[in-house]
């Protein structure tokens, strides 16, 4: 990309700079003694960076343009000059009823997306009214038991005119089935439902653990979400491939890149090993990622992200297709960076954080309110949190151009040393077998959880500083109001499971129940039946029993 008789004189004159000018600055000044590295400690960062830096770069090859493989520079060839991305606030918490309210407040104050947030017996496919639910029903989302639940918090939204992503996992199939049978209420073509379900088995086993089912039948069920969405809902996104949740409990970010685009490959392995055509469904997958605080190292990690996954889809996998090549993403602002202390300093995070996904290309974007290291947000906070995109959107500038620090000498020498890092890493999961293997032998959960301590003890030994926390300290408590879900709240939600239950076809909950136990046990595809289960009002707790009957439940190795 460079002339090389250039590159000579570009280097001897930085050379002349470290002899004549650097030198004599660091003898009378120094430099702050702290370690300059890339935020996750993976490499250390130098002064200045030159044309020297990224000699070996081919823009064509390497960068392209917007909408082009190798997609380094966007996934659309206008991006926000086109259309700007989702703002999608992640929310939901207590009964159907408050969520429902929620929603209406967000989308009235200008969200473009919605983002359903579950309660933990929801995500672990339990019933409020489960011994094992008590204490946290409604608490760190909303408490869904039967479609009546999804019919309330939906209320007043046509499908046909937003988009919703659920992060939802084991029972993605259940959540997914009671979405659709909405749309059918609403008389909406399930072909124009669009939305996501997270439905990422695998990083469930490397960083959340909220999984039922061992790897061998959620791979399954995976498989069976894949080929009926691509038939039935082929503008929902089948998956949502995390890597935030890896980051959240502490990995790099060339980790982040690595494992989440590791799991994919499974993902694309085992569809294929089904008999699924990949152009047939890879253009349904999506993938999410965290922003972290450093804003630089972040935008190189979504451009090396990109740039990795066309090439791995082409390379390991032959695909031509353009669509089931770009790498397209939702990105959510980092919660394990949020402090308890000095609260309001996390308005300045998430703006930072909010900043590198909007220059990082992302697609979609929850920026994190500022008081949820302490509770649920609260109207006032998630509005903050809101507004904090809308200004990114419409005062900054940032949206205006697309991939504006392409170029810089430090961003696209960073980009290629991510990218070759993320490659290294896949090279040793595949070494190990690949993914499942890796997983289910807690090698991956092991780099994590090294990663994370290393962090962690940095931070105890002040060699890492978190304002607020080991630097600049106050000894003010936070006064502000806090969001609260009272047990009166949970109370109401098992009496309306109640209730719903004295008043459905018990006879037709049964059949549909057996159906879905038939096709678990043999080879038809799950999402029928389970459609029809929740069309009969069957709970979620009895679908997800049916299928632990069959399946049984995942009990992890222990580390070795």
């Known amino acids: 990309m460079f002339d090389p008789d250039e590159l000579d004189r570009i280097r001897e004159a930085r050379a002349a700079w470290e002899n004549d000018t650097l030198v004599p600055?660091?003898?009378?000044?120094?430099?702050?003694?702290?370690?300059?590295?890339?935020?996750?400690?993976?490499?250390?960062?130098?002064?200045?960076?030159?044309?020297?830096?990224?000699?070996?770069?081919?823009y064509l090859d390497d960068l392209g343009y917007p909408g082009e493989p190798p997609y380094t520079r966007g996934v659309y060839p206008t991006m926000y000059r086109g259309?700007?991305?989702?703002?999608?606030?992640?929310?939901?918490?207590?009964?159907?009823?408050?969520?429902?309210?929620?929603?209406?407040?967000?989308?009235?104050?200008?969200?473009?997306?919605?983002?359903?947030?579950?309660?933990?017996?929801?995500?672990?496919?339990?019933?409020?009214?489960?011994p094992i639910a008590e204490g946290e029903v409604g608490k760190s989302g909303v408490a869904i038991d039967t479609l009546a639940d999804m019919e309330t918090v939906f209320d007043g939204i046509p499908l046909d005119e937003v988009s919703t992503s659920m992060t939802i996992n084991a029972p993605a199939s259940v959540l997914l089935a009671m979405y659709i049978a909405i749309g059918d209420r609403q008389d909406v073509p399930r072909e124009e439902l669009r939305g996501t379900i997270q439905n990422d088995l695998l990083k469930e086993y490397i960083a959340r653990n909220t999984y039922i089912f061992p790897p061998g039948p959620s791979m399954r069920i995976i498989t069976d979400i894949f080929e009926f969405a691509a038939e039935e809902v082929p503008k929902f996104n089948t998956i949502s491939i995390s890597g935030y949740h890896i980051r959240e409990a502490g990995s790099t970010a060339a980790q982040e890149i690595a494992f989440t685009i590791g799991d994919a490959i499974e993902y694309v392995e085992t569809a294929r090993e089904a008999g699924l055509e990949v152009e047939a469904f890879a253009p349904q997958l999506s993938f999410f990622f965290n922003a972290h605080n450093n804003i630089l190292e972040e935008v190189a990690k979504f451009r090396a992200a990109r740039r990795l996954w066309d090439g791995i889809m082409t390379?390991?996998?032959?695909?031509?297709?353009?669509?089931?090549?770009?790498?397209?993403?939702?990105?959510?602002?980092?919660?394990?960076?949020?402090?308890?202390?000095?609260?309001?300093?996390?308005?300045?995070?998430?703006?930072?954080?909010?900043?590198?996904?909007?220059?990082?290309?992302?697609?979609?974007?929850?920026?994190?309110?500022?008081?949820?290291?302490?509770?649920?947000?609260?109207?006032?906070?998630?509005?903050?949190?809101?507004?904090?995109?809308?200004?990114?959107?419409?005062?900054?500038?940032?949206?205006?151009?697309?991939?504006?620090?392409?170029?810089?000498?430090?961003?696209?020498?960073?980009?290629?040393?991510?990218?070759?890092?993320?490659?290294?890493?896949?090279?040793?999961?595949d070494d190990r077998g690949g993914m499942l293997a890796a997983v289910e032998d807690q090698w991956v959960q092991r780099q994590i959880q090294?990663?994370?301590?290393?962090?962690?003890?940095?931070?105890?030994?002040?060699?890492?500083?978190?304002?607020?926390?080991?630097?600049?300290?106050?000894?003010?408590?936070?006064?502000?109001?806090?969001?609260?879900?009272?047990?009166?709240?949970?109370?109401?939600?098992?009496?309306?499971?109640?209730?719903?239950?004295?008043?459905?076809?018990?006879?037709?909950?049964?059949?549909?129940?057996?159906?879905?136990?038939?096709?678990?046990?043999?080879?038809?595809?799950?999402?029928?039946?389970?459609?029809?289960?929740?069309?009969?009002?069957?709970?979620?707790?009895e679908i997800c029993d049916t299928l632990r009957t069959v399946y049984g439940t995942y009990e992890p190795r222990a580390a070795v």
Do not use: C
């Open 315 to 429: 390379e390991r996998f032959g695909v031509e297709d353009e669509a089931s090549r770009q790498l397209k993403f939702h990105t959510q602002t980092a919660g394990s960076t949020l402090t308890a202390q000095q609260v309001q300093n996390n308005v300045v995070r998430v703006a930072y954080q909010a900043l590198a996904a909007v220059l990082g290309g992302t697609q979609s974007l929850h920026t994190n309110s500022y008081d949820e290291a302490l509770a649920l947000p609260t109207e006032e906070s998630v509005r903050t949190a809101l507004r904090t995109q809308q200004i990114l959107a419409h005062e900054s500038g940032v949206a205006d151009t697309i991939d504006p620090l392409a170029g810089s000498y430090y961003i696209e020498s960073l980009t290629d040393e991510l990218e070759e890092e993320a490659r290294s890493i896949l090279e040793a999961v």
């Open 25 to 58: 600055t660091l003898e009378r000044f120094g430099e702050r003694e702290e370690t300059f590295s890339t935020d996750t400690g993976g490499s250390e960062v130098d002064r200045v960076y030159t044309p020297d830096d990224i000699d070996e770069i081919d």
């Open 83 to 130: 259309r700007l991305w989702t703002m999608r606030q992640y929310a939901g918490f207590g009964t159907a009823e408050e969520t429902n309210e929620r929603y209406r407040y967000l989308l009235d104050e200008g969200q473009t997306g919605l983002s359903m947030a579950f309660d933990l017996p929801t995500q672990m496919g339990y019933n409020s009214d489960d």
């Open 450 to 541: 090294e990663t994370a301590y290393d962090r962690q003890r940095a931070v105890d030994e002040n060699d890492r500083i978190i304002v607020g926390v080991n630097r600049f300290e106050t000894d003010e408590e936070p006064e502000i109001d806090l969001q609260e879900v009272t047990e009166e709240e949970a109370q109401r939600q098992i009496d309306r499971l109640d209730s719903v239950r004295a008043d459905r076809d018990e006879a037709a909950v049964d059949d549909a129940l057996e159906e879905l136990e038939t096709a678990a046990r043999g080879d038809a595809n799950v999402m029928p039946p389970i459609i029809r289960a929740v069309k009969a009002y069957a709970t979620v707790g």
